[in-house]
């Protein structure tokens, strides 16, 4: 028995850690496709037009999860609209930033998802707020810290720390005013885009609720995210020539997106909040930071920054603050939920 829980706590270790390794991927493919003048448009609309005939197969695969299912109504179809149109918005403006930007800095900002998410749960009163809790307090100061160091990240770059270069990189208000302006563009699109993305994600805890089927609902989203980007992309990319894909990175990107950006992404989180909690899924995300840094340096050529280093670092205390108060929340219920039978009479 006690084998047969360490092997299936390693294997969903590691596949945690490839999940992350192929988010980081994806980006690094898509800045490769990007170099090579694949609009952000076409990859976005066709991302989500391959993923959607990827888990058009799940429900019939997973047949038994969905045959006690209730029919879809009206306020279920109406919210996966919303999140699908909230969806494709997150990740236009998200490519957009990293063809502005690079993946590290994608990564870099993505671990602020935690810290916008907390906020908007207490906007929505999904999480309480205790001002006398130590664990509440850890959880604000948490999201500052991690604001903070974001906007380090974006408006300070810093000398280059690694290079592949012979020429030594400055400070961002050093560098020419183009790659400036690019680089704060780049950073403040990620930064709505990840804001987006905690919009997401209480839009999708409230359709989870309402309707339970993981594979059926993420279909759903899939195509009503191919069927809103759809005019969004063709208006924003109006060359037709640039809707032919080679079968170079950009095919492969493609192709890349549709088995790794969703798919086994969303299998992985799906048995890892299962299995061990949202805290045990949120943690592995600053690993995308070390990931992203080694993958650009070794694919795209690109140095690393003092800037990316120091505001990488506070983004990652923050982060684990916000986990931490977290983790005491839940350790609190769990304790609260243990004692209550103790306390009840058995004549009760």
């Known amino acids: 028995m006690e084998r047969s829980n360490s092997y299936k706590d390693g294997l969903l270790f590691t ?3 490839a999940v992350e390794c192929t988010n980081v991927g994806l980006n690094i493919l898509f800045k490769l496709a990007a170099g090579k003048g694949m609009s952000y448009f076409v990859f976005v609309f066709y991302s989500y037009a391959a993923t959607t005939l990827v888990l058009l197969f799940f429900p019939f ?3 038994s999860n969905t045959a006690s299912l209730p029919l879809l109504k009206f306020p279920v179809i ?3 609209c919303l999140l699908s149109l909230v969806g494709s918005s997150y990740q236009i403006l998200g490519y957009t930033g990293i063809a502005y930007s690079s993946p590290t800095l994608a990564s870099m900002i993505s671990n602020l998802t935690p810290a916008f998410t907390f906020i908007l749960a207490i906007i929505f009163r999904m999480e309480k707020l205790a001002l006398r809790s130590l664990s509440t307090w850890a959880k604000i100061i948490g999201t500052v810290v991690s604001v903070s160091g974001a906007m380090l990240v974006v408006l300070y770059k810093g000398p280059a720390i690694i290079s592949t270069s012979s020429m030594p990189s400055q400070s961002l208000l050093w ?5 400036q302006s690019r680089w704060v563009i780049g ?3 990620l930064l709505i885009e990840n804001l ?3 919009v997401w994600y209480i839009i999708q805890t409230q359709i989870m609720k309402l309707y339970p089927a993981e594979f059926v609902v993420t279909l759903l989203y899939g195509l009503f995210a191919t069927i809103i980007s759809a005019p969004i992309c063709f208006m924003g990319e109006s060359n037709l020539s640039a809707w ?3 079968p170079d990175v950009e095919l492969a990107s493609i192709v890349y997106s549709a088995f790794f950006g969703l798919t086994f992404s ?3 989180h799906t048995f890892g909040l299962r299995m061990k909690g949202p805290v045990y899924t949120a943690i592995f995300k600053p690993l995308s930071i070390a990931i992203a840094a080694i993958m650009s340096f070794i694919f795209l050529g690109e140095a690393l920054h003092l800037g990316s280093v120091i505001g990488g670092v506070i983004i990652c205390v923050g982060f684990y603050a916000v986990l931490w108060g977290k983790a005491n929340d839940e350790g609190g219920k769990n304790e609260d939920s243990c004692k209550i039978p103790l306390l009840q009479s058995p004549s009760s």
């Open 196 to 198: 987006l993305l905690s």
């Open 187 to 189: 950073g403040l699109l």
């Open 175 to 179: 560098l020419p005013q183009s790659i």
């Open 266 to 268: 969303a299998v992985v």
């Open 15 to 17: 596949a945690m850690v």
């Open 78 to 80: 109406s919210r996966i």
């Open 61 to 63: 695969i997973f047949r």
């Open 244 to 246: 032919r894909l080679k």
